[in-house]
């Protein structure tokens, strides 16, 4: 069962609450804390469903895309504030890693320069350091439209997709579970 399978990988209330009191550096305010403690300690964002995880996939691959810093942080906070589990929303920030940044920045870049009608290349690049430097200050808007193309889009293909492998998964269970029966009736008249 896909519910199981997550439960036994994922953090518990208490190990994701701790780690955010470690990442807040422990001196917080106490009203940060306590709004902290009320919000983790609501049992829809750990129960799992298929909306919950479907919206949790969609806030992990929202934030990953947006370049602030403490991304499971943000998206452990968001998916608390809109009831979605918390700890699917953190897991999916690392979609973006060092090994896929690359791809994505100049995938975002490109998009960016699509949605804004901007040419890709307006001059032969030449590799001086001002050149780079206003090269990237240039960029900047295609980039951070890109980004939030990006982060929308994926997200709601993450909802989608996680809403069509679950339904996909509970209606093999269920020919399974129909089968079974079938094959215990079968059985049992052909005892009596």
């Known amino acids: 069962m896909a519910g199981n ?3 036994d990988r994922l953090p518990d209330a208490a190990t994701l609450h701790r780690k955010l009191h470690n990442q807040l550096g ?9 709004w902290i403690r ?4 609501q049992p829809m964002v750990w129960h799992l469903n298929r909306r919950s995880v479907a919206g949790g996939v969609a806030i992990g691959l929202f934030i990953s895309w947006i370049p602030v810093p ?15 589990h918390v700890p699917v929303s953190v897991v999916m920030v690392w ?19 699509m949605i804004l009608g901007e040419p890709v290349l307006a001059e032969p690049l030449t590799f001086s350091t001002t050149s780079i430097l206003v090269s ?4 900047w808007p295609m980039l951070l ?3 939030l193309f990006c982060a929308s889009v994926s997200a709601v293909l993450g909802f989608g997709a996680t809403l069509l ?12 579970r129909k089968e079974r029966r079938a094959a215990q009736r079968a059985l049992s008249k052909g005892v009596s």
């Not at 890693?97 to 920045?105: D, S, V, Y």
């Not at 990237?136 to 960029?139: K, L, N, T």
């Not at 492998?165 to 399974?176: E, L, M, P, S, Y």
Request: charged letters at 15%; zero cysteines; hydrophobic letters at 55%.
């Open 38 to 41: 009320n919000t983790f300690a």
């Open 95 to 113: 979609f973006t890693n060092p090994l896929t940044f690359a791809p994505l920045l100049y995938a975002a870049w490109r998009s960016g320069s």
């Open 70 to 84: 403490m991304q499971m942080l943000v998206a452990a906070v968001l998916a608390a504030v809109l009831r979605v």
């Open 165 to 176: 492998v679950w339904r996909i998964h509970a209606i093999r269970r269920w020919r399974t």
């Open 5 to 7: 399978w997550l439960k």
């Open 145 to 147: 439209t890109g980004m």
């Open 136 to 139: 990237a200050g240039q960029a």
């Open 26 to 34: 422990g001196n917080d305010v106490k009203g940060i804390r306590l």
